[in-house]
Every structure is written in C-alpha cells, then in structure tokens.
C-alpha cells in the first residue's frame, strides 16, 4: 500500500479544489469560479486499493498582494502566503503543481512557480483543463518539463487522466500502513477540520448569493456542531459582518437572501457528510 501526503499548488482558478473534489470522488474542498474563496487549507483523502493519499489543496494562498492597494487585504495575503509556506513545510511527500493553460503565465504564476522551484521534494506538473482548447498558452508551460518529475495532462473537471495522474503521484510515495480515518467527523471520508469546513462552505454560499455587493467584508463563525437523537445533525453559525449596511444586505428583503444562502449550504453539507442537517443560520454585526 502506498501512502503519502500530496500538496496541490497553483494560481487561483487554476482547477485544484475541482482535482481533489473529483479525485476523492466527493464533494471536499470548495470550488467556485470567485478566486480566493477557500482561504484554509482543506484535506481530502483518496482511497483504492493499492494507495492512500491524502490531498491537501492550499487554495488562495497566492493571492495577489501588489495589485490590491487596501491595507487590511494586503497583510491578510500575507499571512496566507506563510500559512502557504507552513503548509508546503509540514510532511509533505509530492507538491503537485497546477496550472491552467488557458491562461497566460504572468507575473502571479512567476511567484507561484519561485516557490515550487525552493521545495526539495518530487513535483509534478499539473496542466489542468486541456478540455478546452482555445486559448491555449502550452507552450508558456510545457518547457518547464525538464524541471519536474513528471508531467501529467488532465481534465480535473471531465474526469480525463485522473487515474494516470494517481499513479504518477504513487510512483513517489512510499509504502506504508492505511491511515485510520476518524469516524467522529461529520463526514467519515475526509480529514479535515469540521467546522471549518461548515464554515467555508456557508461562506461560499454567501458569496455566491451576495455576488459583487459585498466581497469579502464576511466571515463565518461555527458555535456548534451536534449530532441530535433524533438523527439531525444541528449545525449553529454565524456569518459575521462589519457594517450595519452589510447584515441587511445579506438578510434579504424578508429574510430571502439568508433564507436561499442557508438552505444552499445545508444541501451541499448534507450530500457531503451524507447526513439530514439543521442549519442554525444568524447574521451578526462586530464593528
Ligand atoms: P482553484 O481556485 O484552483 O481551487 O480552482 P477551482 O477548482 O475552484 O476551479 C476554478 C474554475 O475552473 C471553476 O469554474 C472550475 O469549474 C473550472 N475548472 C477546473 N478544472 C477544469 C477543467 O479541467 N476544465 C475546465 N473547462 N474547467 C475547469
Ligand atoms: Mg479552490
């Protein structure tokens, strides 16, 4: 059994939460076509009969700092880049490097590739969605071949060349015992933090509902996580606000927007831990 721990890097949008989501055959890590909104690092854990690999996908850690000229934002990127670089330090076997070729190497992607050049360990290069065709900046990429152990082509959101690239991946773990999966997690299958989880995942939502009127003025606090006997799994959270301005944006006229926002999140919560859920969901000021 091989058994190892996989590192995905790459740009926002560049498909590494969309990978790990379908390598682990589940809904995991959060995909969204907004960059930067998984600020955690979340695990996932793909499992089949000759590995065990654990993924840890390191989503908008890349942020770019030099463009964004606030303050509050630009310090944030700091401390997710070192929370990037702790990350990419603790236990890990392979760094799989994702790339988009659709999109033009640029000066993020530079900063992105320094990083991977410093760590001593196999790396592959990823280049993600060569479903699509055009535009395509390959050669932006392909040349960077020499410097890697290998070199996968796939489709992360198509399922094409998942498992080729699993057994690259396998070619640079070691052998070992199958890790034990706690069974006390909301969802028996993934290894990662619960209610951070919950949390990144109603954020999201709110995201998705709240769209360009309120970017990145939220966070989501979860109280409490609890298994009921009469089998809900209540869940009670916050999404916590600045402004005055904010919460009655996000609640809606008549409570629609918190209403949509929640009920989008207790049904991605409830396909992902394959549990009934109760979602306790309250907008907050804190100045
Ligand atoms: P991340 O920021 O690196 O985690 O990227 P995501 O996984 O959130 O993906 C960003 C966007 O790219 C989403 O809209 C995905 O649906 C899309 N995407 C990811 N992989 C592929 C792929 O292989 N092909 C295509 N066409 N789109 C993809
Ligand atoms: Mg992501």
Do not use: C, W
């Not at 590995?51 to 890349?62: N, R, S």
């Amino acid at each position: 059994m091989k058994v190892g721990t996989v590192a995905l890097v790459g740009r926002p949008n560049s498909g590494k939460s969309t990978l790990v989501n379908n390598l682990v055959g589940q809904k995991v890590a959060i995909t969204s076509p907004k960059p930067q909104t998984t600020q955690f690092s979340m695990q996932a854990v793909y499992q089949d009969e000759d590995a065990q690999i654990i993924f840890v996908d390191t989503p908008g850690i890349f942020a770019k700092v030099s463009r964004d000229t606030r303050l509050d934002s630009a310090v944030k990127s700091r401390q997710v880049n070192l929370a990037a670089e702790r990350t990419l330090k603790h236990d890990i076997d392979v760094i799989l490097y994702i790339v988009d070729h659709t999109r033009r190497r640029g000066i993020e992607e530079n900063r992105i590739l320094g990083i991977v050049r410093k760590i001593d360990r196999p790396k592959i290069l990823v280049i993600n969605k060569i479903d699509l065709k055009s535009p395509s900046y390959l050669a932006e990429y392909k040349f960077l071949e020499d410097e890697f152990d290998s070199v996968v082509e796939v489709s992360a959101l198509k399922n094409k060349h998942l498992p080729n690239l699993v057994h690259e991946i396998s070619k640079y773990l070691k052998e070992g015992d199958r890790i034990v999966i706690r069974e006390d997690m909301p969802t028996a299958a993934l290894n990662l933090d619960s209610k951070l989880y919950i949390a990144e995942n109603i954020r999201e939502k709110a995201f998705l509902v709240l769209r360009d009127e309120l970017p990145y003025k939220i966070r989501v606090v979860v109280d409490e996580t609890k298994k009921r006997k009469n089998g809900l799994f209540y869940i009670k959270a916050r999404i916590i606000t600045t402004d005055k301005r904010y919460k009655k944006m996000i609640i809606g006229a008549g409570g629609l927007r918190i209403k949509i926002i929640g009920s989008m999140a207790r049904k991605e919560l409830e396909v992902a831990t394959g549990q009934k859920i109760y979602l306790d969901l309250k907008v907050e000021v804190e100045e």
